[in-house]
């Protein structure tokens, strides 16, 4: 059975565009981990702008997902990745499974800079769905402005 867990680390395009293509994962979505609403109508109010992602734990797990997660980001970049800044582009791992979390964090506190690295990893309280308009956005087009270098984009490309 496939499991699921949320990876923040910018804006969500490319996040999505590099994570739909890494091995074990069998589906992604857009959207918003964490916030206080119910829709995305109005202001953010303190989301994470997110890829949900589907595994297949027989074929990857946290840990490898997590690690790919920190070839695309900045770990130690509070609100901000790339161009894009504010709590929304926020760096972080969000589950609803507890043993997820904990192999997040235990992969975090293995690293030699697991001091300076603040990446959130927490229960995921709130999801929303990001309009379609974001939905696979660099693959229906391909040269809008991304924060991840292209090589890494199709790195693990199938």
């Not at 300076?116 to 229960?123: A, C, D, F, Q, Y």
């Not at 929303?128 to 939905?135: G, I, K, M, P, T």
């Amino acid at each position: 059975m496939n499991e699921e867990i949320c990876l923040a680390g910018g804006c969500l395009w490319g996040v999505q565009a590099f994570v739909s293509t890494l091995p074990g994962v069998v589906w992604t979505e857009a959207g918003r981990a964490n916030g206080s609403s119910d829709s995305l109508d109005g202001p953010y109010d303190g989301y994470a702008e997110c890829v949900r992602t589907r595994f297949d734990p027989a074929v990857t797990g946290v840990t490898r997902l997590i690690t790919h997660l920190f070839e695309i980001i900045d770990p130690y970049s509070v609100n901000q990745q790339g161009p894009d800044v504010g709590e929304k582009y926020r760096t972080g791992v969000y589950s609803r499974e507890p043993a997820h979390l904990a192999e997040a964090r235990a992969f975090i506190d293995s690293r030699s800079d697991a001091a300076r690295i603040v990446v959130e990893v927490l229960p995921l309280t709130n999801y929303v769905r990001s309009a379609e308009e974001h939905q696979h956005r660099l693959a229906r087009c391909p040269d809008d402005v991304c924060h991840i270098p292209q090589e890494l984009l199709t790195k693990y490309r199938r």
